[in-house]
């Protein structure tokens, strides 16, 4: 049942939905206690020498029992959440409704101590790099800045030498932000996770709007797109730049699709619209700013494309036109902010730095490690290197031409091309060399406006809810003190029970499901 016909929630209801609001809202205030003592901190943790939140940073293990337990009352609430939202309800929750409930629950988080990456410290030393007239393409904050320097000091020893990976525009942001803040760590993070809000609240805006225009609920995309742990724990708490770029990419593709007329594959074929090709140049220009932040926002373009190029008749001349055209687009304004920036193009010789870690995520480098293991039992000799590096070339190609593969799909109108740039993006970057938990978010979001079925969403409330419980909030390994996490996980999931056993006397029970026959 779309959600314009739903009803909206009955008194019952609205109590459940006031009880699940509470139970996250108290999450999100534990997880950020739990960020003072068991959070990504900088080096020099102003909180350590405040009475009373001092105690938290030399409580590690108590801290990280504080922080998961809010881990895991922020997912259970999403998943109560999600019962309320789901489509095909004969009452379901209102978008202002779960924006108003999102609110709720980052506020809280909006003071929390970085968590689960140290990625945010590695911006401040690259903005400043920036600031100083360097170019952050080249040298490392070691390298730029010196070993000894506050921001250095901040960034994980495996980037201290490595150039900068992310695009002008984010760095120009960046050096922005460095000039009013200086070496001022905290007041740096701040301004960057306001960065990440900005891009969060351009998510909130673009996904409902996306999700009508898919025949989606607007309200179950937003749930899966914006309130999922996923974007709580790593845009907002953990301070990603994923924020503003997948949030450019949205309202660009949202814009651009401002004035195209709806067509089918058989016609009609209407001309152009009013202000519509301005729309369509307006959107391409935007998604390519999202690419001058993080580089895999362009592919945004490539589906827009297939659309435009669908409405004007879906034959290869309208498609090779259209790509002529946005790539004119794409061009002057990501030359305007390479070059506005004074930084050049030399962020495109960086883009695989990341290819530096080996990270147990990535199901290529995953296949590395095993054949290469798999010759040491054979008695070959040790060759993971090579192992992980063959495996690495696979995927390099095989992410391209599912990508490739998913264009054509949407243009011969076998796909909805929305549905196609997340498949596509989730394909490049978890066949790429490092995967994290935040990148699962490129393809995420954009599914969450485009792929309504039950199949899907199940899916997808799946992998985040594992992805959100099995990362720790250090951003950081465990060698050495793995003990910790078992003592953690057990007071934690203690904690949660408790608190489930609390709340549940106070959740009123309505027969039945509310849900109409033949949902998908």
């Known amino acids: 049942m779309p959600d314009d016909e739903a009803g909206a929630l ?31 901190a900088p080096v020099f943790n102003p909180v350590f020498r405040i009475p009373v939140l001092g105690l938290f940073s030399r409580m590690t293990t108590v801290s990280m029992a504080f922080a998961f337990t809010g881990v895991f009352m922020i997912v259970l609430a999403w998943l109560g959440l999600g019962r309320l939202s789901r489509p095909g309800r004969v009452r379901v929750m209102s978008v202002s409704q779960m924006a108003r409930t999102l609110a709720m629950w980052i506020a809280p988080l909006v003071f929390t101590v970085p968590s689960f990456s140290r990625d945010v410290y590695s911006y401040l030393a690259q903005s400043e790099i920036v600031a100083r007239g360097m170019d952050p393409y080249t040298l490392g904050p070691a390298q730029a800045l010196g070993v000894d320097h506050p921001l250095t000091q901040g960034v994980p020893t495996v980037w201290r030498e490595t150039p900068s990976p992310y695009g002008p525009l984010f760095l120009t942001l960046g050096k922005a932000i460095n000039w009013l803040t200086g070496d001022h760590v905290v007041m740096g993070v701040a301004m960057h996770r306001l960065l990440a809000l900005i891009g969060l609240a351009m998510i909130v805006w673009a996904l409902p709007r996306l999700a009508r225009r898919f025949a989606v609920s607007p309200v179950s995309a937003l749930w899966l797109g914006a309130a999922n742990p996923l974007v709580l724990f790593h845009l907002v708490v953990g301070v990603h730049n994923e924020s503003l770029a997948i949030g450019l990419m949205l309202v660009g593709f949202e814009l651009a699709l401002t004035r195209m007329a709806k067509v089918t594959p058989d016609g009609p074929f209407p001309p152009w619209q009013p202000g519509e090709l301005r729309w369509y140049a307006i959107g391409a220009a935007v998604i390519t700013l999202g690419a001058a932040v993080k580089i895999p926002a362009a592919l945004a373009l490539g589906f827009l494309g297939v659309m435009i190029a669908r409405r004007m008749g879906g034959k290869w001349k309208h498609l090779f036109l259209v790509a002529g055209g946005l790539g004119v687009v794409f061009l002057s304004v990501l030359t305007a902010a390479s070059y506005g920036s004074g930084l050049g193009y030399g962020w495109v010789s960086t883009l695989n730095t990341a290819s530096t870690i080996k990270s147990w995520m990535a199901p290529m480098t995953a296949l590395g490690f095993g054949a290469g293991g798999l010759g040491i039992l054979m008695g070959l000799g040790n060759h993971i290197d090579a192992a ?133």
Request: proline residues 5%.
């Open 10 to 40: 009955n008194a019952v209801e609205r109590r459940q939905l006031d009880v699940i609001r509470r139970f996250g809202t108290v999450g999100a205030l534990l997880l950020a206690i739990g960020s003072l003592g068991a959070g990504a």
């Open 388 to 520: 992980i590096s063959v495996a690495r070339v696979f995927g390099t190609i095989l992410g391209p031409v599912i990508a490739a593969k998913l264009l054509y799909d949407s243009f011969r109108w076998k796909l909805r091309p929305l549905t196609g740039l997340g498949v596509a993006l989730g394909a490049i970057l978890i066949f790429g060399a490092a995967v994290h938990a935040w990148y699962l978010l490129w393809a995420a979001v954009p599914l969450a406006a485009a792929a309504g079925n039950t199949r899907f969403r199940t899916a997808a409330m799946a992998i985040s809810v594992l992805m959100a419980v099995v990362l720790a909030p250090t951003g950081s390994t465990f060698d050495g003190r793995v003990f910790v996490l078992p003592y953690t996980y057990v007071a934690a999931v203690l904690a949660t029970l408790v608190a489930l056993a609390v709340v549940w006397r106070h959740i009123p029970r309505t027969p039945g499901d509310g849900v109409t026959s033949g949902t998908p």
